[in-house]
């Protein structure tokens, strides 16, 4: 007990940056797939590809099929997406931050499975996959 006392700073210390390492993977929400997971959901078919990088990324190289609309544009485009309400979702992004963000959107917006690119086009790129441009 009194080890507690007397490093009670460098334990607190311990546990808010444990919390601070933790935060990310704790407060990503929505189902993610890895590259090969994706390629499987798009070779199964009623797949719908969303990228959500701005027009300049976009044309540097996306997934084939993949419909643009910037993170920025998602509120006020998102009736675009309608139609595909009864498929899967696939949203992507360069490293998978904003895909989060858009899937809390999409999610709201009533999309049922909508599931992100886990590591972005950075995943797909290393693990080998072709990209369309």
Known sequence: ??????????????LISGGAL????????GKRGTPQDITM???RG?????DVRDAKEYAEGHLADAKNIP?????????????FKSRSLIVVCKSGARASSAAAK????????????????????????????
């Open 106 to 133: 999409l999610a709201k917006a009533g999309f049922a499975d909508v599931i992100n690119l886990d590591g972005g086009i950075a995943a797909w790129q290393k693990a080998g996959l072709p990209l369309a441009k």
């Open 1 to 14: 007990m009194k080890f507690f006392i007397d490093n009670i700073l460098l334990i607190a210390i311990v």
């Open 41 to 43: 959901l798009i070779n």
């Open 71 to 83: 993170l920025a544009e998602l509120d006020t485009r998102i009736g675009e997406l309608d139609k």
């Open 22 to 29: 933790l935060w990310p993977a704790l407060t990503q929400r």
């Open 46 to 50: 009623k797949t719908t590809i969303l």
